[in-house]
DNA sequence: TCTACAACTTCTAGCAGCTGTAGGTTCAAG
DNA sequence: CTTGAACCTACAGCTGCTAGAAGTTGTAGA
């Protein structure tokens, strides 16, 4: 049985993570002890590992639950499961796209810096007037 | 003399937005009807675009009140301005490298995936164990 | 057995950067 | 003068945690 610290070294989560986990539903409540702490057994650590990594590859929360559910349906068909990974392989490479483009255009403010004052300063400049830019970047991007 | 409705739509802005940024500073008080309502000018216009051009480039709110700050004061060296910049290219750039090496892997996910019951599903698979990865992506990401 | 103290408990608030809603007021066109 | 779109303030909510306060429990060493 590992306390909720243990559980959380193991698993590379902050404690208040995992409580958190627990309160939006994403983990189960765990068996406790006479006093009241939380202790967890293996399957509790397999689902949070799993939780973690699907974090790491930048899964959301509402995706994770999804995928827990359908991996605690092992009959079930797993296009589902294919069809989230589809959909977050989509939106990381839209995304790559755009930090893409935003290197591009800040490499080149940067680059195009001369070093004086302000008033002159070619990264200033090209803030202050989008039709220098090169690229459209008008989604909001990160 | 523009209404805030108009300044957003030409900036590409919510109106709740642009109240957002009044209220944390980035935009000034501006001028008001004798019914209360907002009223801005060209100044205010040019400084909303430099503010979202530079969300546009990813730059964070503390790092535009600098560049803003900067842009006021001509006198000053472009130093700081320079520094901002690269400081914002090097995260973009860190960013990229993330989201390359997590692309791979959801496309090696994917592709394995055959498409027959959860229990078999590669996808849920990979997530259930990562020493199945390829790429280390201990950071969270996206 | 006692003591010390790390680790646990709940509760609440805060971070970025907005976005949305409720409930009311103002402005401008017709 | 009426209508209704656009404005006003104030505050709650979003994602995914993270930090702090104030108090309790568990365990190792003396």
Do not use: W
């Not at 490499?107 to 990264?123: I, L, P």
Request: aromatic content about 4%; overall charge neutral; hydrophobic content about 30%.
């Amino acid at each position: 049985m590992l306390t909720i610290g243990t559980l959380a070294k193991k698993t590379g989560t902050k404690v208040q993570t995992v409580r958190y986990y627990e309160q939006i539903g994403l983990m189960p409540e765990p068996g406790r002890t006479e006093g009241g702490q939380r202790r967890y057994g293996d399957a509790e650590l397999d689902r949070l590992s799993f939780v973690r990594h699907a974090r790491q590859l930048g899964f959301s929360l509402d995706a994770i639950r999804e995928l827990l559910d359908l991996s605690d349906h092992p009959g079930k068909s797993c296009a589902e499961a294919d069809a989230i990974a589809r959909r977050q392989l989509k939106q990381v490479e839209h995304r790559l796209a755009r930090l893409e483009a935003l290197r591009t255009e800040l490499k080149r403010m940067v680059h195009e810096c001369s070093g004086g004052q302000t008033a002159d300063c070619r990264v200033l400049e090209v803030l202050r007037d989008h039709s220098e830019c090169l690229t459209n970047h008008e989604e909001i991007g990160g």
